[in-house]
């Protein structure tokens, strides 16, 4: 028996040496200024809803070549679906689905012996594996943070066939986990590339502006291999800006420039410069903007100035067409109409969103805040949930951390004090801050309550001592009834702190008017006075720097079951899943413009 026992545990710890090598890598930087080809299109599609395609080996893709050979699987002839997008909004039949889909598709490559390759996916969620020409060659879990495996060996010149198993199943351990206000959108939900770069290429780079120094550009650029001594050349050429430098034995070189003419970026002047960075072999660049942000007190300094957040949040969903968005016209959208509500900010809730919002909303001039999603009932308690959550984070990070715009980092929202919860979050900031020292960490609890002997809201959650901003969502008029008339609301919340309103609203079905006091209306009238009264109370709240109401679209969610009313859509959009505009979106315009 105890010799069973040994080689059942050699034999699992072997499995475990194999696939932890298929762990997908964190991927390059900028790829999307990278030589790359695009695998965007209709891919062919198997729906696997017993999960029995991994162990008959669909991913070899087989064809009958004898009289006796039999298989009872073919990818081509049959579904396909768009690449990138959600499989969801792509058949009245997968509007629900939750489970496995196969995609598959062939590509040919140039090989060059000079050059490697590497498949990039932007997005798979929620988890997949990856199989080419008949080997699983990486696995990713998270559904919003982008991924890549090097194929410069296990690809062909011709008819290499990729497979992808997708899983959108809800677990317990998973990142979100098991119920979550928005919609379970499965798939390959954003773009595929074949990226070609040199054997030694610039493999990552973080370029921002000092801390504290407006004069102080700090640079670090990372090739590809630990080689030391290869040349590396970091030029800014607006500013003049160029050094040359040897790589240390690690691949790495990190340096300082000085310049008394770099023109900072902010929401009302979002100026972005040309960052080139080159080697023997490979060069890149992008837009690359340069601000300070900083707490003082109760108070958040952008270039020096003290800020109040003009924010919103939206979900990555294109109402219209029930789908996420994935396009840099889904990305002009959304923003453009978070731009005429008179936004300076935009809370991307509540997972890290497509490179092309991202990108588009630096280049428009919104600060961001960037989250993974810690949304309610997470499993703070399981190790590896919390190792998940570090990675999910580093991804976002590692992703995003030359987007100036990027201000805040969200490490939570709407979590239960516990050590276990305390614990998981200190992860999450170490994990952020191993890359990245600048950025203000946030999070958003739902923690305040009305103390009656006081007549005060108050907060009691120690942990946000640990945090730069303090975050509250707050429902009054919604979830919670007012306990005090708005203009005599007491807020003795985060004092010495930054405090922001990460959410407020209620739901209103755009053109259902009257009834503005009462609640189960769902009338736009009454949604307005919830807007007002809350827009009343903030003047009340003294160290109040900024507001995000939430949300700007109505978006879908699988717990909305008011028939009339919701139909399985959130109704707290200002704007309504049509694109109208409700009355509180001219209440909120008003105060933004007049802040
Ligand atoms: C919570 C949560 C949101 C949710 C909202 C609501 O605050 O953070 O994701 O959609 O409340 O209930 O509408």
């Known amino acids: 028996m105890i010799k069973l026992i040994n080689l059942s545990l050699i034999l699992s710890l072997f499995f475990s040496l194999i696939t932890s090598n298929l762990v997908a890598q964190q991927n390059m930087a900028n790829v999307y200024g990278r030589r790359a080809q695009s695998l965007n299109g209709k891919w062919d599609a198997i729906v696997d809803l017993y999960d029995q395609g991994r162990k008959n080996q669909i991913y070899l893709n087989k064809k009958a070549e004898s009289k006796t050979d039999f298989y009872e699987y073919a990818f081509e002839n049959g579904l396909r679906l768009n690449v990138p997008s959600d499989w969801n909004s792509q058949m009245p039949e997968l509007k629900y689905y939750e489970g496995t889909i196969w995609y598959g598709r062939k590509f040919d490559v140039v090989k060059e012996n000079n050059k490697r390759l590497f498949l990039y996916f932007a997005a ?38 990729l497979a992808v198993e ?69 030029e800014i050429p607006e500013l003049q800006l160029k050094q040359t430098l040897k790589t240390d034995a690690q691949g790495e070189v990190k340096t300082s420039f000085l310049s008394r003419k770099i023109k900072r970026w902010s929401p009302t002047s979002p100026k972005l410069y040309n960052v080139k960075i080159s080697t023997r072999d490979d060069q890149i660049e992008e837009e690359i903007g340069f601000r300070n942000i900083w707490v003082k007190g109760e108070d958040i300094f952008l270039n020096g100035e003290a800020i109040f957040l003009k924010s919103i949040s939206f979900h990555e969903e294109i109402p219209q067409r029930r789908g996420r968005a994935f396009s840099q016209a889904d990305a002009v959208m959304l923003l453009s109409e978070a731009k005429a509500l008179g936004c300076n900010m935009i809370r991307l809730a509540h997972y890290p969103q497509n490179e092309y919002i991202v990108r588009m909303a630096e280049k428009m001039g919104f600060l961001l805040w960037e989250e993974i999603p810690i949304w309610q009932g997470i499993n703070f308690e399981n190790e590896s949930t919390k190792e998940k959550a570090g990675k999910m984070m580093r991804e ?17 929202n709407e979590t239960q004090p516990s050590e276990p919860r305390n614990a998981f979050i200190r992860h999450l900031i170490a994990t952020c801050r191993a890359i990245d020292t600048t950025r203000l960490i946030t999070a958003a609890f ?39 008339s708005p203009d005599k ?18 739901e209103a079905l755009y053109g259902k008017t009257g009834e503005k006091d009462v609640v189960s209306s769902w009338s736009e009238d009454y949604q307005a006075t919830l807007y007002k009264n809350n827009l009343e109370m903030f003047k009340h709240i003294p160290n109040l720097r900024g507001t995000s109401p939430w949300v700007l679209f109505d978006f879908r969610s699988p717990f909305r079951f008011h028939p009339t009313n919701q139909d399985g859509w959130n109704r707290k959009g200002l704007i309504s899943d049509q694109g109208y505009r409700k009355k509180a979106w001219f209440l909120m315009k008003h105060y933004y413009d007049n802040k």
């Open 124 to 161: 798979v969620s929620y988890r997949c594996r990856i199989y080419l020409n008949g080997q699983e060659i990486a696995q990713h879990e998270g559904g919003f943070t982008p991924f890549q495996i090097e194929i410069t060996d296990a690809a062909k010149e011709n008819d290499n066939f």
């Open 396 to 412: 976002m990070v590692a992703r995003d951390k030359n987007r100036c715009a990027l201000a805040f980092w969200g490490v939570a």
């Open 489 to 506: 609301a007491v807020w003795d919340v985060a004092k010495g702190q930054p405090l922001i309103i990460s959410e407020f609203g209620g």
């Open 166 to 234: 997708v899983n959108n199943s809800r677990q317990v351990d998973a990142i979100p986990a098991m119920a979550f206000d928005w919609w379970n959108y499965g798939g390959i939900t954003r773009d595929v590339f074949l990226v070609s770069t040199p054997k030694v290429f610039i493999d990552d780079y973080f370029v921002q502006l000092d801390k504290t120094k407006a004069d102080k550009i700090n640079a670090k650029v990372k090739l590809s291999e630990t080689m030391a001594n290869s040349s590396v050349t970091i």
């Open 446 to 484: 739902d923690l305040v309550r009305f103390n009656k002997e006081k007549e005060t809201f108050v907060m009691d959650d120690p942990f946000t001592k640990e945090l730069d901003v303090v975050a509250v969502n707050k429902y009054l008029g919604w979830y919670h009834s007012w306990p005090v």
